[in-house]
């Protein structure tokens, strides 16, 4: 059966609208859809999430994982735990966040960046992850304020992701009133 593994990000929820409409489409075409809650999205942590997501998915050919800002991290960070020769299919990253911003940090303050430092200074195996995923898309927003559209060049030079870019959709979060995203679910079916 065809699986698909939706992970939220920092402070989020898989019943965020984006998400919610993304598992629709994807049970709509046949796919079980796991999309479960982080553990303390308010504060997330590298190792429970990484856990959480190995708790529940079932990683082969067929699985499709799906993230969002920190939780394509989390996606990444679980694929090089992965044992060698395992194949998942295919892996798409929505704002996929990797660092925070001086403007960021004086905006909410010294708590965030101790709650981001570890997922900023962890490396990430980006060899291991692309050996283990059968394709990468990438989709960004050209007014993120949290992941600056440059930061797509890591993603095409490491994994050989696809690239999507889309016009004023900021973090993707229902407060830039974004409750759908049909490049997800072009690049997925």
């Known amino acids: 059966m065809r699986t ?17 409409w993304l598992r629709a489409r994807l049970e709509e075409r ?17 190792g429970p999430w990484v856990g ?8 082969d050919a067929e699985a499709i994982f799906i993230g969002h800002s920190v939780g394509c991290q989390a ?5 090089e735990t992965l ?4 194949k998942v299919g295919k892996v798409v990253l929505i704002a ?8 960021t940090i004086k905006e909410e303050g010294e708590k965030v960046r101790e709650v981001a430092r570890p997922w900023m200074e962890t490396p990430i195996d980006f060899a291991k992850v692309k050996a283990r ?34 016009h004023g959709k900021g973090h993707f979060t229902e407060g830039d009133k974004v409750s759908e995203l049909p490049a997800a679910i072009k690049n997925i079916v």
């Open 30 to 46: 046949g796919y079980a859809v796991t999309a479960p809650t982080m553990p303390e999205p308010e504060e997330p942590k590298i």
């Open 96 to 103: 996929p966040w990797m660092a925070l911003d001086e403007e």
């Open 83 to 86: 044992p060698e020769g395992t």
């Open 75 to 79: 996606i990444l960070r679980y694929l």
């Open 133 to 166: 995923a059968a394709s990468c898309t990438a989709i960004f927003s050209d007014n993120d304020p949290f992941v600056p559209l440059s930061q797509k060049d890591l993603f095409e030079k490491e994994l050989g992701a696809t690239i999507m870019v889309e």
């Open 52 to 59: 959480k997501l190995a708790g529940v998915a079932k990683p």
């Open 4 to 20: 698909a593994y939706i992970i939220h990000g920092w402070e989020g929820s898989p019943d965020e609208p984006m998400l919610a």
